[in-house]
């Protein structure tokens, strides 16, 4: 229930999307519509059986972003929102990994996070001049 309801919610979220853009309306009922047959196309069953069989071919047991994105690619609008999402998620990942590392290294020299920024950003502006 919880992933037709996730299917739903994505399914009109893109729906709001192509509807600003084309300056077009989704009625709640053509919504549903769309989000019904996404879901049976998937196939639940049908996506797990796919992913197993990738990483079984692929020596692993952990499900990539590239086993969804070749599932996906059969639909290049959902092959592009797959892709654009992967890279938003990557890259708000490796900000996080940042600040952390930061945090980590200003606390080990004895400095705050904000002494430690302060000493990055004095180090470039030098390295700039």
Do not use: P
């Not at 309801?5 to 309306?25: I, S």
């Not at 797959?82 to 004895?110: D, V």
């Amino acid at each position: 229930q919880r992933l037709k309801a996730a299917v739903h919610y994505t399914v009109g979220c893109l729906c709001q999307e192509v509807a600003e853009d084309k300056d077009v309306q989704f009625s709640k009922q053509t919504i549903a519509a769309i989000s019904e047959i996404t879901f049976r196309q998937c196939g639940t069953e049908v996506c797990i059986e796919y992913f197993l069989i990738l990483c079984r071919h692929a020596k692993r047991s952990t499900v990539t972003t590239e086993d969804v994105k070749l599932l996906a690619r059969r639909s290049n609008s959902l092959l592009k929102y797959i892709t654009q999402k992967s890279e938003e998620i990557t890259s708000s990942n490796m900000k996080q990994k940042e600040k952390k590392k930061k945090k980590s290294s200003a606390s080990k020299e004895g400095r705050t996070y904000g002494e430690q920024e302060e000493a990055v950003t004095e180090s470039e502006d030098s390295n700039m001049a």
